[in-house]
């Protein structure tokens, strides 16, 4: 079933984990029991590298929900992908790729290693997204490339994976598009993505997260709204599972 969200801020949260070791422990049970056995978690995560969002307070707010996402992939054994992108699929840095699974014979002894697996990947990711935003060439952001670059890689990965697809992105300059230069209504918005070649990702969810969020002063709600539906018009014709267009950043996977 294709679910789709509607413009709104969805707050970020600490995953509601909790500082002590013994409530940390417990959410991770929690995490993992909602776990999916037949087919771990593929997380691919894209973030926008160019300068129209590169602030601070951006920075840290997706460095946030890639942590959180780490984090429940690894809960679940899964697989994750970070990369940082500009202009095209060819000025795409990857941060990290590897399977995110602690070692132990039990699930409490895995979950336990789970902390410090966790912070060396968001270390990696940090160092490495920091760097990606100097030398990556300005000129847009091949914002639906990384929806080619998602159906690749799910090709790769095979059946026994499910995608799940995160673009985090404020959703303006994607290349051979203008948008944001003027409110776009939601039949233009659709029409609009009708005209944009996309690849299949089928049984994936796809989020595209941040949308409007820029350096400077922030657009009208028209644009954002027109912004949201773009994106989703443009996900369903992906025919993913679930599609969602938000403007904060949202961690579900």
Same mark, same amino acid.
């Given at each position: 079933?294709?679910?789709?969200?509607?413009?709104?801020?969805?707050?970020?949260?600490a995953?509601?984990?909790?500082?002590?070791?013994?409530?940390?422990?417990?959410?991770?049970?929690?995490?993992?029991?909602?776990?999916?056995?037949?087919?771990?978690?593929?997380?691919?995560?894209?973030?926008?590298?160019?300068?129209?969002?590169?602030?601070?307070?951006?920075?840290?707010?997706r460095l946030?929900?890639?942590?959180?996402?780490?984090?429940?992939?690894?809960?679940?054994?899964?697989?994750?992908?970070?990369?940082?992108?500009?202009?095209?699929?060819?000025?795409?840095?990857?941060?990290?790729?590897?399977?995110l699974?602690?070692?132990?014979?039990t699930?409490?002894?895995?979950?336990k290693?789970?902390?410090?697996?966790?912070?060396?990947?968001?270390?990696?990711?940090?160092?490495?997204?920091?760097?990606?935003?100097?030398?990556?060439?300005?000129?847009?952001?091949?914002?639906?490339?990384?929806?080619?670059?998602?159906?690749?890689?799910?090709r790769?990965?095979?059946?026994?994976?499910?995608?799940?697809l995160?673009?985090?992105?404020?959703?303006?300059?994607? #290349?051979?598009?203008k /948008?944001?230069?003027?409110?776009?209504?939601k039949?233009?918005? $659709? *029409?609009? !993505?009708t005209? &944009?070649p @996309?690849?299949?990702?089928?049984?994936?969810?796809?989020?595209?997260?941040?949308?409007?969020?820029?350096?400077?002063?922030?657009?009208?709600?028209? #644009?954002?709204?027109? /912004?949201?539906?773009?994106?989703?018009?443009?996900?369903?014709? $992906? *025919?993913? !599972?679930?599609? &969602?267009? @938000?403007?904060?950043?949202?961690?579900e996977?």
């Amino acid at each position: 079933m294709l679910v789709t969200a509607t413009v709104t801020t969805v707050a970020l949260t600490a995953c509601g984990i909790s500082s002590s070791p013994h409530g940390e422990l417990a959410e991770y049970k929690r995490l993992h029991a909602a776990c999916e056995a037949v087919r771990p978690p593929a997380v691919l995560v894209a973030m926008d590298a160019t300068g129209s969002s590169n602030t601070a307070a951006i920075t840290g707010e997706r460095l946030t929900a890639v942590r959180q996402l780490i984090t429940r992939t690894a809960v679940c054994g899964g697989r994750v992908k970070v990369v940082a992108f500009s202009s095209s699929n060819v000025a795409t840095v990857t941060l990290l790729d590897k399977v995110l699974r602690p070692y132990g014979a039990t699930v409490n002894a895995r979950l336990k290693r789970l902390p410090a697996l966790v912070d060396q990947a968001a270390v990696t990711i940090r160092t490495g997204y920091a760097s990606a935003m100097k030398s990556l060439p300005g000129g847009g952001s091949d914002i639906t490339g990384q929806l080619q670059h998602a159906a690749e890689w799910q090709r790769q990965l095979g059946g026994r994976w499910r995608l799940h697809l995160y673009l985090f992105t404020d959703g303006f300059h994607t #290349v051979g598009r203008k /948008l944001g230069q003027a409110p776009l209504s939601k039949a233009a918005a $659709t *029409e609009l !993505a009708t005209k &944009t070649p @996309v690849p299949k990702l089928p049984s994936a969810s796809v989020t595209v997260a941040g949308l409007g969020r820029v350096a400077g002063r922030p657009p009208v709600s028209a #644009v954002v709204e027109g /912004l949201v539906a773009y994106y989703e018009a443009l996900c369903r014709r $992906t *025919e993913a !599972a679930k599609c &969602t267009s @938000v403007t904060a950043y949202a961690v579900e996977v």
